[in-house]
């Protein structure tokens, strides 16, 4: 059994003077044959939170147990972990067999032990017969199998993975993802896995841990961080593109943006009062076109817009959507408040610069308070329908 | 990971709570461990020495010999003044007693000071001259090369003896055709003071210009070969190439390599012992040889006066050169 | 461009004139022809003196001091002085006398054996060292560099009259500035210890150089993931960066061990007599020739070229590595 508990880790450095806090009093349970992913921008404490975990770096304050173990101080070797890394470090003097036979040599298993795990490994990853090989002589793809194999054979309690596939190219990196999937299924052993690619943890976790800053965001399943984000961050990290953001301010009757309103009941919903600013969240797929208005279930009114720029995707186009004037800059801000994108039918005869109308879905736009940036709701029920109102606030773990 | 386990509980105890202790230190405190070998080596060879060469050089020897007793800096006050001139072999003098040629070369300061310069100006131009030709394409260059560097990997002791057998007044043939153009005394040459200090300095130039042609080497070849086909197009000739892009880009490597080779060149000694004498051709150095076992404090006060002297050169080249010294 | 008629009109002309028209014309020539002529001038001073070494040691001794090593020569009538010594006889027995009238095979033995220490106790401190400045980042490393650098810029005429008090062993050692005896030192005078430990102190500043570009370029993951392997952090210095950075580790090696043979003056100093029984390197056995057999200059000669070929292979072998330690060690300082 592998739990891995965090409680309250930080790590500050000095760097030359100031105080760097990369991981901001961090605290997490995770369950032992979970799949974790660490997400967030660079910077934000992912990779420091992982290098903790290993022992590479020692917590400036909090403990970490693996097990039943408190490991904090102990060096990574004795941590029962293996660790996949983003620049794959295989060790260029040894060939694959001494690669992946690296730490059972140093434990001094013997040699039999050693042959009949080295096989098995090589097995899992399939790189039967390329044991005399040097790392040099392999592809990207099969070296990033012997790094993996080398962490296998361990039979570790927890993987580390540190963005294994960020060196990767595009198409390899999807067989690869799936790959790790089966061998997760495979070995049914705790993954921390670290990546900046919002996509490879949405595919491949169990639960999302989003990072900014050196504090944990949310730690949620992926489809949870994606419909019910617990704040401005997560909702504009997690997805792709990014959710659109407009500020606006409670009114009796409605959310006022600068270019639109949004009509529902403020007091149907806890947390939100008159004349609160607040900032709107809408992901593209929840805008549509108004001819199909009639299709959606609690719509908007009619938004008039221009359309600026699209980007056939070939299942679907990406239509940049300016409000207003339709005189706005080019900037590509998240909380422009004249731009919206859209996410449309590949079918549509749209073209660029047409004056269109849009409506929202009121049952997936979410609000958050402008000021701290926390969720307030992830739903605007109309006045009407006060009766379906309170499911969505309830926090659901399945 | 219980088998893990188990298998290093097989190690001793202590070895492993001593490892641990090692793996948790922090950075700072890991680096300091691991410098401890160094700091105990250079402070028990260096440190330690440098510092009680100071002290010995502020005491003296009574008249009895029996017991030292302290003078500030008497020592030093004597040797620039001349009074230490008495102690030092063959009648060589510290600071020279006159301007003339003869009296300039029985100085150990001028003729150290005469070696380093002269030598290391000729091993600077000479060195440029074959890193120029090493920095070529051409069949047969890592062989060149390797002729080129021997010198420089030759013993000091061999290097002295070959130019002890070259001007010997026994077998020395180079003697009569040099002595012919006036540059060398036709005989008793090695013990002749002005001929001895200019047999070593080529013998030096000889030995050392391979280093400094390695040092400019290294700067010519991290040139981008891209500028010399820029200057072409823009119809540069070879000397024009050289004395726009090579030699301006090749000088913070050349001021680097002056600074250590003029460093080398104030410690002569071995050369000198070889070939001739320490009381034919003085140089610091050698007078504290000379010194150190009668005369401590003597000896441990040109020591030091050795030492700031160095200390001054370095400190001036690395203000003549800026940063890029270091 | 010369026309058929020009072309013509100078081949009449002397070789020399011909060949300046083409150099005038193609002034690349003049450059090749100065190239060719520096080299082989180059070439001619560096090796010289070992021709001169050779000729000396195969002329028999009886016939050394008869006669000039540069014969005249009479051509065609004119009589002249051959430019070039050449041998007055042959007798290669020199090479076996120099071995029995001192040992000398003795003495180089001894200069093997201190080089290889030293040697030794330098990569080794040199690797920590240069494990400390190439990958770690704490307070004081310029600092640190910078004092390392200092002490290998003074002379070693400043570390001698203590060193040499100290390996004595007839007095206790004393803090600098008192009299508080702190230990007395066993003597150490002719032993291997009191040339060792002076040179590990005087070459191990350029191996710390050379150890810390070589070292702090082995990328940080190749080290995490020994340490995540099983290895401490010194697990992972020696099984993973020192033989990653094997070239770096050669150089300096090869640079060291060229150092400590070619030493004289701590040599010739803390091994008080020349006798090879006295741990005397190839110093003393050149210089016992130099000063007991003053007139064997064939033996000189001879125990130079024996006492040479070591580094002269060394040179030839591992060239390479002598000229990318010298310029990433000395020009990093």
Known sequence: MARVRLEHVTKRYDDQGDVVTAVDDMNLDIDHGEFICFVGPSGCGKSTTMETIAGLTIPTEGEIYIGDREVTNLPPKDRGIAMVFQNIALFPHMDVYDNISFGLRLRDYPQDEIDRRVERAADIVQLEGMLNRMPEEMSGGQRQRVAIARAIVREPDVFLMDEPLANLDAKLKVHMRTELQRLHKELDTTII????????????????????????????????????????????????????????????????????????????IDGVGVGDDVTLGIRPEDIYPGELKSEVPDPSGMITATTDILEPMGDEIFAYLLLGDGETSMSQELATNDQLLMSIDPDSDLEEDDEIGVVIDRRNVHLFDSATGEAIVHDLIPYEAEGTASSSEVESDD | MSTETGRESRRSGALVSVMRWMENLSDTQYAYLLLVPVFVLLGVVALYPLLR?????????????????????????????????????????????????GALLNSALVVTIIFAVTSVLFETLIGLGQALILDQDFYGRRWIRAAIIIPWAVPVVIQGIIFFLMFNSNVGFLTPPLADLGLLAPTNTLNDTASATFIIIVADIWKTSAFMALLILAGLQSIDRGLYDVAKVAGATKWQQFKLITFPLILPTIGVAVLFRSVQAMRVYGI??????????????????????????TSAAIAFVTAAIIGIVVMGLIVWQGEDAI | ?????????????????????????????????????????????????????????????????????????????????????????????????????????????????????????????????GYVFGRLRFPGRALLMLGILAISYFPPAAFVIPLFQAFAGNAPITIPF??????????????????????????????????????????????????????????????????????????????????????????????TSPEAAKWSPIVGGILSYQTQYTTQFNLMAAASIVGVLPVVILVIVAQERIVSGLTSGALKE
């Not at chain 2, 003085?282 to 010194?291: D, E, F, K």
């Not at chain 3, 065609?76 to 042959?90: Q, R």
Request: charged content about 10%; hydrophobic content about 45%; glycine content about 6%.
């Open chain 3, 1 to 129: 461009m010369a026309t058929p008629t020009d072309t013509q009109e100078q081949s009449s002309d002397g070789p020399l004139q011909r060949w300046t028209q083409s150099a005038i014309q193609n002034p690349d020539k003049v450059y090749q022809a100065l190239f060719y002529a520096a080299m082989v001038f180059f070439l001619v001073t560096t090796l010289f003196p070992f021709y001169w070494l050779v000729v000396l040691a195969v002329t028999p001794e009886g016939n050394l001091l008869s006669g000039s090593f540069l014969p005249t020569v009479n051509l065609f009538g004119v009589s002249g002085t051959f430019p070039l010594p050449v041998p007055k006889g042959f007798n290669p027995g020199a090479f076996v006398t120099v071995f029995e009238q001192v040992p000398f095979h003795l003495y180089m033995l001894n200069s093997f054996a201190l080089a290889v220490t030293t040697t030794v106790i330098v990569l080794f401190v040199a690797s920590l060292a």
């Open chain 3, 178 to 271: 008192t009299s508080i005896p702190l230990f007395t030192p066993p003597r150490l005078l002719n032993t291997p210890g009191s040339m060792v430990l002076p040179f590990s102190a005087l070459f191990m500043p350029l191996s710390i150089f050379i150890l810390t570009t070589f070292y702090g370029q082995i990328p940080d993951g190749l080290e995490d993931a020994a340490r995540v392997e099983g290895t401490t952090r010194l697990g992972a210095l020696f099984r993973v960066i020192m033989p990653l950075s094997a070239p770096g580790v050669a150089t300096a090696a090869v640079l060291t061990f060229i150092a400590v043979y070619n030493e004289y003056f701590f040599s010739s100093i803390m091994a």
């Open chain 2, 53 to 101: 060469t100071f002290e010995l050089s502020l005491f003296a020897l009574s008249a009895d010999f029996s017991s030292t007793t302290f003078v500030g800096a008497g020592n030093y006050v004597e040797l620039f003044t001349g009074g230490k001139n008495r102690y030092l072999p063959g009648g060589t003098t510290f600071l020279p007693e006159g301007f003339g040629l």
């Open chain 2, 272 to 297: 000198i012992d070889t070939v001739s004498s320490c009381t034919v051709v003085p140089s610091l150095s050698c007078m504290v040889v000379a010194t150190f076992t009668t005369r401590e404090g």
């Open chain 1, 193 to 268: 896995y670290v990546t900046h690619d919002q996509e490879e943890a949405m595919t491949l976790s169990d639960r999302i841990a989003v990072l900014d800053s050196g504090q944990l965001q949310q730690i949620d399943p992926p489809l949870t961080c994606y419909n019910e984000p617990d704040n401005l961050f997560v909702a504009g990290f997690i997805g792709s593109p990014s959710m659109n953001f407009v500020e606006g301010t409670i009114t009796e009757n409605a959310l006022e943006t600068p270019n639109f309103s949004l009509e529902f009941n403020p007091s149907s």
